[in-house]
T-cell receptor, first 111, second 113 residues
Framework: RKEVEQDPGPFNVPEGATVAFNCTYSNSASQSFFWYRQDCRKEPKLLMSVYSSGNEDGRFTAQLNRASQYISLLIRDSKLSDSATYLCVVNRDSSASKIIFGSGTRLSIRP | DAGITQSPRHKVTETGTPVTLRCHQTENHRYMYWYRQDPGHGLRLIHYSYGVKDTDKGEVSDGYSVSRSKTEDFLLTLESATSSQTSVYFC????????????FGPGTRLTVT
């Protein structure tokens, strides 16, 4: 079983829809969590950190559920430009070698 | 965007040849990382550096070596390239210790024939 798991998708939703996807992690001692987005054939870019209390950045909301060991990303009023692969990242501790990337969830927004 | 460049951006090489990839940053960040990305695997850490001449292994370090003689440059060497090292290689930087808040370079697409 992978330490960080994501549904690979693709999620294919119409413009304006709300879409959510989860990422599960297996190490309960994991300390910090992030979402990145990666456009096709481009580098990953940090989208947002995930805080214990949940956090919002415009149309994006990230949440952490430590009890069930998953993080989620909700995108409201989706735009064509949201089409990308979303990577979940988990930091097991403060060591650089303990940063684990999920394989990503592909999102495609259709007009 | 963070000032990170990678060279070359594309390379095709033959099995058994040595290959060196370069990462250059203008942000003066302490931490630098090399990852490879393959379908179905996500990004996997090869090596990282926490200062000049200070490096450590990541999850998939076999067959790779690194060097950092200046803050701004981090080199990844494939000592004898194999077809299993065909991949996209990303360099990343971060200012803080062990953080996953990283900034990535544009990547190098390496094909080993």
């Amino acid at each position: 079983r992978k330490e960080v798991e994501q549904d690979p998708g693709p999620f294919n939703v119409p413009e304006g829809a709300t879409v959510a996807f989860n990422c599960t992690y297996s190490n309960s001692a994991s300390q910090s969590f992030f979402w990145y987005r990666q456009d096709c054939r481009k580098e990953p870019k940090l989208l947002m950190s995930v805080y214990s209390s949940g956090n919002e950045d415009g149309r994006f909301t990230a949440q952490l559920n430590r009890a069930s060991q998953y993080i989620s990303l909700l995108i409201r009023d989706s735009k064509l430009s949201d089409s990308a692969t979303y990577l979940c990242v988990v930091n097991r501790d403060s060591s650089a070698s303990k940063i684990i990337f999920g394989s990503g969830t592909r999102l495609s927004i259709r007009p | 965007d963070a000032g990170i460049t990678q060279s070359p951006r594309h390379k095709v090489t033959e099995t058994g040849t040595p290959v060196t990839l370069r990462c250059h940053q203008t942000e003066n960040h302490r931490y630098m990382y090399w990852y490879r990305q393959d379908p179905g695997h996500g990004l996997r850490l090869i090596h990282y550096s926490y200062g000049v001449k200070d490096t450590d292994k990541g999850e998939v370090s076999d067959g790779y070596s690194v060097s950092r003689s200046k803050t701004e440059d981090f080199l990844l060497t494939l000592e004898s390239a194999t077809s299993s090292q065909t991949s996209v290689y990303f360099c990343a930087i971060s200012p803080d210790r062990g953080t996953a808040e990283q900034y990535f370079g544009p990547g190098t697409r390496l094909t080993v024939t």
